[in-house]
């Protein structure tokens, strides 16, 4: 790995905590996840912060976090899925981090995001279409970001670690 974190991005759902969590067991390494990080250093959930402040406001507050969280050394960053769509954000994941893109198909990521109540992008917009659209539209910031990619569909964590880690460090 020529760089000194590896930084896990990709849509909502692709599966990027879950992702870092196994990773942290398999490398050793320790897993941060920017989306937690904000709500620890802000006191309020994601979906509170959007509610209260609007998106930019949030949009900020993860630029900052991200900046701060790239300063530290041999982590797995696992972030949020709209960090791409700002090119300084890009900038500072490409300096400081190996960049791996997770991908998932709208109906997988559906399956895995349907429950959910803290993705304030998603809130009233739970469906195929929406997830189809606004995947489209962020296609290209995904690729151009990423070092690597690796398509989650169908596969068991412990595939896509493997996959990860193969790629990553070439093994
Ligand atoms: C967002 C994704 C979320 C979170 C916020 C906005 C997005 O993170 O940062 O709700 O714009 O795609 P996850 O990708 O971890 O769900």
Redesign the pocket.
């Known amino acids: 790995m020529k760089k000194d974190n590896i930084a896990l991005i ?5 599966g ?2 879950t992702i870092a969590e196994a990773l942290e067991r398999k490398l050793g390494m320790k897993t941060v996840d ?2 937690a990080e904000i709500v620890k250093r802000k006191g309020m959930e ?1 979906t509170d912060i ?1 509610d209260a402040y609007g998106e930019e406001y ?1 949009r900020d507050y ?1 630029t900052r976090t991200l900046k701060a969280i790239l300063h530290e050394k041999g982590q797995i960053i ?6 791409v ?1 700002r090119s300084e954000n890009v900038k500072a994941l490409k300096h400081y981090a190996t960049v791996v893109l997770l991908t998932a198909t709208p109906k997988t990521t559906l399956e895995r ?1 349907k429950d959910s109540e ?4 998603l809130n009233g917009n739970m469906n195929t279409q929406y997830i189809e659209a606004l995947m489209k539209q962020r296609k290209k910031h995904y690729e151009a970001a990423a070092d690597l990619m690796i398509a989650t569909d169908n596969k068991s964590v412990d595939e896509i670690c493997d996959e990860l880690i193969r790629k990553t460090f070439g093994l």
């Open positions: 990709g849509f909502m759902g692709c990027k905590t920017v989306d994601i959007f949030f993860e696992s972030c949020g899925g709209g960090a769509m995001v803290n993705r304030p992008i």
